[in-house]
T-cell receptor, first 112, second 112 residues
Framework: SQQGEEDPQALSIQEGENATMNCSYKTSINNLQWYRQNSGRGLVHLILIRSNEREKHSGRLRVTLDTSKKSSSLLITASRAADTASYFCAIGYSGSARQLTFGSGTQLTVLP | DSGVTQTPKHLITATGQRVTLRCSPRSGDLSVYWYQQSLDQGLQFLIQYYNGEERAKGNILERFSAQQFPDLHSELNLSSLELGDSALYFC???????????FGSGTQLSVL
């Protein structure tokens, strides 16, 4: 399968702590994206990192990409209860959304 | 709000029946994607349309079909429904050149 493998499958932390999720893949990519899904809702795009980038920031989100290890990490700093959601990595094998393949997701629970 | 509209939000039907799910993309988006999300299969790409034409096919069953109309809205038709077709069905749209997807809130299909 070309989809990303995410770990952990589930993560539970206290409010204010940092949360780190990882995504690994098997072949060369064009880009890697992270999406969030609140329970029963649609996915929301968070951040895109290209294969020639190593790190990207967006507010409390930090994404890293290590193409030599074929892995990416999403760090959410100073987490809030509202961050409780499933987080998916999506592997872009081309420059088009057509080739986007989603991982199985990490369920993050932030306890107040 | 992503700007992608899906109807209905919930659908309950019986095995052997046929249903139609509807999606209106974001204003200006030419490309529509359909995904199926279930607990055991995760988020699976079904099919993509661009400006009325089929562009890519994923794990779509022969019992399923889709089309995109001149006004760019799309419909996903599911026939001879089985219990295993129960899932959350998402539509997503992009401009066509954009790499990220904008998702609707989904249609929860329950086949009894």
């Amino acid at each position: 399968s070309q989809q990303g493998e995410e770990d952990p499958q589930a993560l539970s932390i206290q409010e204010g702590e940092n949360a780190t999720m990882n995504c690994s893949y098997k072949t060369s990519i064009n880009n890697l994206q992270w999406y969030r899904q609140n329970s029963g809702r649609g996915l929301v795009h968070l951040i895109l990192i290209r294969s020639n980038e190593r790190e990207k920031h967006s507010g409390r989100l930090r994404v890293t990409l290590d193409t030599s290890k074929k892995s990416s990490s999403l760090l959410i700093t100073a987490s809030r209860a509202a961050d409780t959601a499933s987080y998916f990595c999506a592997i872009g094998y081309s420059g088009s959304a057509r080739q986007l393949t989603f991982g199985s997701g990490t369920q993050l629970t932030v306890l107040p | 709000d992503s700007g992608v509209t899906q109807t209905p939000k919930h659908l309950i039907t019986a095995t052997g029946q046929r249903v139609t799910l509807r999606c209106s993309p974001r204003s200006g988006d030419l490309s529509v994607y359909w995904y199926q999300q279930s607990l055991d299969q995760g988020l699976q790409f079904l099919i993509q349309y661009y400006n009325g034409e089929e562009r890519a096919k994923g794990n779509i069953l022969e019992r399923f079909s889709a089309q995109q109309f001149p006004d760019l809205h799309s419909e996903l038709n599911l026939s001879s429904l089985e219990l295993g077709d129960s899932a959350l069905y998402f539509c997503a749209s992009t401009t066509g050149t954009d790499e990220k997807l904008f998702f609707g809130s989904g249609t929860q299909l329950s086949v009894l």
